[in-house]
């Protein structure tokens, strides 16, 4: 069964600009969670989406967002991006809306110049 | 005071010795997560406990709720431990329903031949 991917693996934007992640749950799974990990902050929680709807929702300002397809796919959306938004972006999927065990993909690598 | 604190922050062994990373919580939980990161960001989920210790292959781990404590235990150790050892909690909000992942800084385990 394949793993959790995230597209891309790496991206560079400069200040000002916006950028869409993808992240594809492993087969089955309905929930998508996103967190953000800094040198600084270590790993932080963005949202967390089951079933389309977004479900939890992080300490994040209104320039993240994300949404969830009805193939589970989950998108997150930073606009107007700032030099504190580079980070490694990861997502997890899970089987179900519970504590489940999670699953993480390798993350994407955002540098913001 | 961080709501998920973890000591040590670095930890440093010899191959064979016996390892313990710690885990206090100040919050109400539903589960407590122990993860594994190696150096290039992918990460792995290690356990998902909510009471008592579970065990797999030299990890062990265990979680003391009414203390809010959890330890991960290394029996031992050896060089391809090295990595950064996560605690992340499922907190428990008020309306009793399952919410977000807060997770700890990490600790950094080097094992050394």
């Known amino acids: 069964k394949a793993g959790v991917t995230q597209t891309p693996r790496y991206l560079i934007k400069t200040r000002g600009q916006q950028v869409t992640l993808s992240c594809s749950p492993i087969s089955g799974h309905r929930s998508v969670s996103w967190y953000q990990q800094t040198p600084g902050q270590g790993l932080q929680f963005l949202f967390e989406y089951f079933s389309e709807t977004q479900r939890n929702k992080g300490n994040f300002p209104g320039r993240f967002s994300g949404r969830q397809f009805s193939n589970s796919r989950s998108e997150m959306n930073v606009s107007t991006l700032e030099l504190g938004d580079s980070a490694l972006y990861l997502c997890?999927?899970?089987?179900?809306?519970?504590?489940?065990?999670?699953?993480f993909g390798p993350g994407t690598r955002l540098t913001v110049l | 005071k961080n709501e998920v604190e973890q000591s040590p922050q670095n930890l440093t062994a010899q191959e064979g010795e016996f390892i313990t990373i710690n885990c206090s919580y100040s919050?109400?939980?539903?589960?407590l997560h122990w993860l594994q990161q190696h150096p290039g960001g992918g990460i792995v989920s290690l356990f998902m406990?909510?009471?008592g210790k579970k065990k797999h292959g030299r990890l062990i781990a265990t979680i003391n709720i009414q203390e809010k404590h959890s330890s991960l235990h290394i029996t031992a150790s050896h060089p391809r431990d090295s990595a950064v050892y996560i605690c992340?909690?499922?907190?428990?909000?008020?309306?009793?329903?399952?919410?977000?992942?807060?997770f700890g800084k990490g600790t950094l385990l080097t094992v050394n031949p």
């Open positions: 992340a909690v499922r907190h428990l909000n008020s309306g009793g329903s399952n919410y977000k992942l807060t």
């Open positions: 406990l909510s009471s």
């Open positions: 919050v109400g939980i539903s589960a």
């Open positions: 997890a999927s899970s089987r179900g809306y519970s504590y489940n065990e999670q699953f």
